[in-house]
């Protein structure tokens, strides 16, 4: 049977299965066995208690939600105190996610996660399309993501620094190279799609906060590119999230270099999907001899191609 373990920096995850952030929480394991999952990711937390968008926050397009929920919570006190017992209940690593518009109090927020037990990994959101009504977050820019990624590591007290990245960067390999020299253990590629709907009735925009982020399976293939171009580039392990609803989009991402994935949209759409997903991997693997899940990682056969990209499209596998 397959070894479906996956090691990124030095946390080890059974399976590269994990929730998104934001799209998950502890409730879940009245439907399915939090056990079973690769890492437990919370939604992400602000330092100061937040009310988030304005409504409506979500929309249907024909290609899939656009949502803007803007990171409501009740701050971090509630979430040490409340939050993280319940996912501590549990096996997996506990993965916070965390953000703040400005860098010295994201600094000071990551400094008091750090010092939480049972918290695993700070996963910094520098890349929240619906914070703020413009877009903007330190991930557009790769000088902002350096300056808040110094910051944070500086105070996460040895604990993995995973930097979550947008997809709305104009060059995300240079981002992600920005993060990785600033000393990001991981990257998380990648958030949401900033994204516009208006309706036709009334001629003005269906979020409450104008602009949200699209989520859908149409997200795989685009992410699935800039996953595979970044781990061209960096040395660090790289989480690959949009868009994945079956085993396969799994294996695509690996082989296109990420150690593992997260899961937000199939989740919404059936709460069982992440464990079945798992399951499915689990088959996939062992009806073609896959004896280690991690010599998929990065093993996209393309060599040739830069050669010739013809004949290469020709082969079998
Ligand atoms: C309702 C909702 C809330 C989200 N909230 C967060 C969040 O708090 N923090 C975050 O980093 N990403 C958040 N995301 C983005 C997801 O973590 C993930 O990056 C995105 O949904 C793409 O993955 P998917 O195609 O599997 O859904 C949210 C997504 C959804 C659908």
Request: with cysteine; proline share 6%; charged share 20%.
């Amino acid at each position: 049977m397959v070894d479906l373990s996956v090691k990124i920096g030095d946390v080890t995850m059974q399976n590269p299965v994990t929730p998104a952030s934001g799209a998950f929480s502890w409730e879940y394991n009245d439907v399915i066995d939090l056990n079973r999952l690769g890492g437990l990711v919370a939604k992400t937390i602000c330092r100061e208690p937040r009310l988030g968008n304005p409504t409506p926050r979500m929309a249907e397009t024909e290609a899939g939600i656009i949502q803007s929920i803007g990171l409501p919570g009740k701050g971090i006190e509630y979430f040490v105190d409340h939050i993280v017992p319940e996912y501590a209940k549990f096996k997996p690593p506990l993965i916070v996610s965390c953000s703040s518009d400005n860098i010295p109090e994201f600094a000071l927020l990551t400094e008091e996660l750090a010092r939480v037990p049972d918290v695993d990994v700070i996963e910094a959101n520098i890349s929240c399309p619906t914070r703020n009504l413009t877009g903007q977050n330190f991930a557009m820019h790769e000088d902002y993501t350096r300056d808040a990624v110094t910051a944070i590591k500086a105070k996460c007290a040895g604990k993995p620094l995973w930097v979550k990245l947008s997809p709305n960067a104009g060059d995300i390999v240079s981002i992600a190279l920005a993060a990785e020299a600033a000393g990001a253990d991981c990257l998380v590629i990648a958030n949401t799609f900033l994204s516009l709907k208006i309706r036709t009735d009334n001629f003005r925009p269906a979020l409450g906060n104008k602009f949200g982020g699209l989520v859908s399976p149409a997200l795989k293939p685009i992410v699935l590119r800039m996953v595979y171009q970044v781990a061209k580039q960096v040395k660090i392990p790289i989480i690959g999230i949009g868009g994945v609803t079956k085993a396969e989009d799994v294996v695509e991402y690996m082989l296109a270099g990420a150690s593992a994935v997260g899961i937000g949209y199939a989740g919404f759409r059936n709460p069982t999907a992440l464990v079945q997903i798992i399951d499915d991997l689990e088959r996939w693997c062992d009806e073609r001899g896959i004896k280690k899940i991690t010599d998929l990682i990065g093993a996209v056969k393309d060599d040739d191609m830069e050669m010739d990209p013809l004949v290469a499209a020709s082969h079998g596998v």
